[in-house]
């Protein structure tokens, strides 16, 4: 147990020394382990953070944690779909965490500092997305609501073809019946309208909608996603 536990720190150092060399931009690092998930939650955010917000796909346990550059506790147990991991870790630091069952993988990850969302998010569900828009619109609203506007502004310019004739298919225009729900609609509206439009263009997967015809670059840099 003792020299699985070398080795994995010391592959998890080699990571860590990496990103601060080279700057990675990829966060998440799955690793296969027989018939136990290993992956490496690197903290690539540019400053220190106090935990670490992961939802899976299914219930899992975690079997295993170990930290390099700090130390963070799983609150609420080992066992469940949704953990949050809280402590501290350094800049660059990175969190090794191994669950069973070995085919269980996370949906949503995010570092936090304190109560607050910090860096990018990695998700991998149209829903997730969805809850992402709609939190980091709200968000958007309230802080810096000219920005927001300007990235609507660039999204519909982006998509003028594409938004013209999917308008002219729901019978309405996109744009006038969006951007009243995005001024004034609570988080959950704004989430439930974008999974209504996805919904309508047939799209069942998140690379349907990032590959598909919209282009969502200027939300998407707006909101830091």
């Known amino acids: 147990m003792i020299r699985r536990r070398t080795v994995w720190t010391m592959l998890g150092l080699v990571i860590v ?14 690793v296969t382990a027989g018939e136990t998930a290993v992956w490496f939650f690197n903290n690539t955010t540019g400053s220190p953070v106090t935990g670490l917000q992961i939802e899976f796909d299914q219930e899992v346990t975690i079997v295993n944690k170990i930290e390099v550059g700090g130390l963070v506790t799983p609150l609420g147990g080992t066992t469940g779909n949704t953990f949050i991991l809280a402590g501290e870790l350094v800049k660059y630091g990175s969190i090794q965490l191994d669950w069973q069952p070995a085919n269980a993988v996370p949906t949503f990850a995010m570092w936090l500092s304190g109560e607050k969302a910090v860096g990018t998010p ?7 997305l969805g809850y992402l828009f709609g939190q980091g619109i709200v968000h958007l609203r309230e802080t810096d609501p000219a920005a927001l506007a300007a990235a609507f502004d660039q999204f519909f310019l982006d998509n003028a073809e594409y938004l013209a004739g999917l308008s002219e298919s729901l019978g ?33 997967t998140l690379e349907g909608v990032l590959q598909g015809g919209i282009d969502f670059s200027a939300l998407f840099a707006a909101l830091g996603l």
């Open 17 to 30: 020394l990496s990103l601060a060399t080279f700057a990675a931009e990829q966060w998440v690092v799955p």
């Open 172 to 204: 309405m225009s996109l744009a006038d019946s969006l951007m009243p729900i995005i001024m004034a609609s609570p988080a959950e509206g704004i989430e439930n309208f974008f999974n209504t439009i996805v919904g309508m263009l047939g799209v069942t």
């Open 122 to 128: 990695y998700f991998t569900t149209i829903g997730k």
